[in-house]
T-cell receptor, first 116, second 113 residues
């Protein structure tokens, strides 16, 4: 079964450093997403991406975050200057275009980011 | 996404059916009812969704009340692998799928052997 893959599975970085989290969405999907989950808290939506541009973003997704689809297969989340509070599990997800409603979103296993 | 209410936790025995309730009294006519689950240390996983009629798939069944103000996820024969947090989410069809899912705290399902 096709799946969303994410790398790295775990990254430790120093506060203030830039981090890039990488994802390979399911190949025929058109919508791509990033979510995060701080330890012990809810899964939170960050951003959705379609047709090479951001479709929607949450209040969490401020100027220190950016997303990119640099080629036909990868989807990346960049955090420019990491803060301690960015420590979280980051989930990439993808979905096909939904012509009817109620489309399914497929999530990766996550990248655990620890900022020290 | 409109708000849903779920019990914080539920416990069941292995190989017995599990009924996970969800209240969504402010649901609108275009809101789809989605269920996702999150196994320990994994990403969320789609379980099932529906609009008005009851739905079945290989993982579960979804029973939707006639007034759509509540729904129940049914696991017909729970296994230890079904121990997870189950999220009931309302999703408006906004055309294409740009909108993100709004996760609540969900129901922590504990399965006893």
């Amino acid at each position: 079964e096709p799946e969303v893959t994410q790398t790295p599975s775990h990254q430790v970085t120093q506060m203030g450093q830039e981090v890039i989290l990488r994802c390979v969405p399911i190949s025929n999907h058109l919508y791509f997403y990033w979510y995060r989950q701080i330890l012990g808290q809810k899964v939170e939506f960050l951003v959705s991406f379609y047709n090479n541009e951001i479709s929607e973003k949450s209040e969490i997704f401020d100027d220190q975050f950016s997303v990119e689809r640099p080629d036909g297969s990868n989807f990346t989340l960049k955090i420019r200057s990491t803060k301690l509070e960015d420590s979280a599990m980051y989930f990439c997800a993808s979905s096909p275009y939904d012509r009817v409603g109620g489309n399914t979103i497929y999530f990766g296993e996550g990248s655990w980011l620890t900022v020290v | 996404d409109a708000k849903t209410t779920q019990p914080n936790s539920m416990e069941s025995n292995e190989e017995e059916p599990v009924h996970l309730p969800c209240n969504h009294s402010t649901i609108s006519g275009t809101d789809y009812i989605h269920w996702y689950r999150q196994l320990p240390s994994q990403g969320p996983e789609y379980v099932i969704h529906g609009l008005t009629s009851n739905v079945n798939n290989r993982m579960a069944s979804l029973a939707i009340a006639e007034d759509r103000k509540s729904s129940t996820l049914i696991l017909h024969r729970a296994t230890l692998r079904d121990a997870a947090v189950y999220y009931c989410i309302l999703r408006v069809y906004s055309g294409g799928g740009a909108d993100g899912l709004t996760f609540g705290k969900g129901t922590h399902l504990i399965i006893q052997p």
